[in-house]
């Protein structure tokens, strides 16, 4: 399976916020300990306005000292589709920007139930000025 995420750090619609968000600025994303709220777009396609298929809802913690790696607690949560109603949960260690970074899937709901598997991360771009990032990620998945 593959899906694309599209998550927005900047203006009123913001899907990754910073925890507790800063009031004069943003956290610095390599910093560690900072920590992450995530609630991004995942769709069919790699267009921004192509189909919603389902939210990233999670965390990610800075968790290396040298800021490299981040810990990251994900539900896939599908809203649309045939998956819909259906969860994947996803939880590892996080590579910025590390082509094929790779983080274990560990469980799911409906028909993921007792989902088992991986999942790798490529951010292919990035735009600082309007605070969005897309990411593909490519599952191999088992279950019941």
Known sequence: ???YYHAYTA????TVIT???PTTR???AM?????FCTDDLITEGVEEDSTLIARARGIYVVSSQDGSHAHMLVSIVF???KYKGSTLEIQGSYEHFKPGTETA????T?????ARGYATFETPYTDIMRGYAFTISNMSILHY
Request: charged share 15%.
């Open 110 to 114: 409906g028909i993921f139930r007792l």
């Open 79 to 81: 809203i649309n589709g």
């Open 11 to 14: 203006g009123s619609n913001a």
């Open 26 to 28: 943003h956290a610095d």
């Open 105 to 108: 899937v560990v469980g799911g």
């Open 31 to 35: 910093e560690f300990g900072t920590v």
């Open 19 to 21: 925890i507790p968000r």
């Open 1 to 3: 399976m593959t899906v």
